[in-house]
């Protein structure tokens, strides 16, 4: 890969799977690279990070007689932004099943190689949030000092993570500047895609990169996905009654990190609200 000639890169990097709740962080993705100017760059080779059982490659017909192999992917584009003072390097990206660190590893030494200055990793969690009510982002950085600088709500959480954790993490240790935003989607409609997570963190990139995307198909989205799931809601008193709760709980939190629920409730709430979803 012969390097490009970037000004002042950022590298901004989603993955789907666990790190990419309602599909919120890819989506961001997509509309970002849909707004700029793109370039592929380089590709990494799937076949040392993927258990291709859990993560099969699919198959789709080409020109309409031939078959292809799509292979989970993780592809570096080269993204320039007309009138801003800066490009991007977007790392669209599907989260291995193996080698986290060697593959943490290769993403920073490709963020060295470009000269980015700094890295941006996406992603949105389960939380008990209500979608009625502004989109809650919380943040990591490398150092204090970067928090402030970006005005971001840190977050407290310790758990479970994923490669955006482990990412984040391999940045600190190589003394890569990198912040991680994680947008709350609700836990009772977790499996629905999530245009107004996306739009928020969409939103919140653009402030920290100063490169805009065109977020009205986003905007969109969102009043349709408002509209949607205020119906499905309204339709079970008792999803209604929970979704009230969560609201009230919310607005007293304040800006507090939003509440991760259990695995019980995420059952049993997410369950009752497909089963009405698919009624209607």
Not at 82 to 88: K, N, P, V, Y
Not at 163 to 177: F, M, P, W
């Amino acid at each position: 890969m012969n390097p490009p000639k970037l000004r002042r890169p950022i590298l901004v990097c989603a993955f789907r799977g666990w790190n990419d709740a309602a599909s919120a962080a890819s989506s961001a993705l997509e509309t970002l690279a849909d707004s700029l100017e793109v370039d592929v760059l380089a590709e990494i080779d799937p076949e040392e990070y993927f258990d291709f059982q859990a993560n099969r490659p699919t198959i789709s017909f080409s020109d309409g007689a031939h078959r292809r192999i799509d292979w989970p992917s993780n592809t570096f584009i080269a993204a320039r932004a007309q009138g801003a003072e800066r490009d991007l390097v977007l790392l669209d990206g599907t989260e291995p099943n193996l080698k986290w660190r060697t593959y943490s590893e290769t993403v920073v030494k490709v963020a060295e190689y470009l000269e980015v200055e700094s890295v941006v990793v996406m992603g949105s969690l389960i939380a008990e949030v209500a979608h009625t009510l502004p989109v809650p982002i919380t943040g990591l950085a490398s150092d204090d000092s970067i928090v402030r600088e970006l005005d971001l709500d840190r977050s407290d959480y310790e758990g479970p993570t994923g490669i955006v954790g482990v990412l984040h993490d391999r940045c600190r240790e190589s003394g890569v500047a990198s912040c991680s935003l994680w947008a709350a989607v609700p836990h009772y409609v977790a499996a629905v895609p999530n245009p107004k997570a996306a739009l928020a963190l969409s939103e919140r990139l653009e402030q920290i990169t100063g490169v805009a995307a065109d977020i009205s198909g986003l905007e969109d989205e969102t009043a349709a996905y408002e509209e949607q799931i205020g119906r499905a809601v309204s339709a079970d008193p008792e999803v209604e009654e929970l979704v009230n709760r969560i609201e009230a709980d919310q607005r007293n939190r304040g800006d507090a990190e939003p509440d991760v629920p259990s695995g019980d409730a995420l059952a049993i709430e997410f369950q009752r609200f497909l089963k009405q979803r698919d009624s209607d």
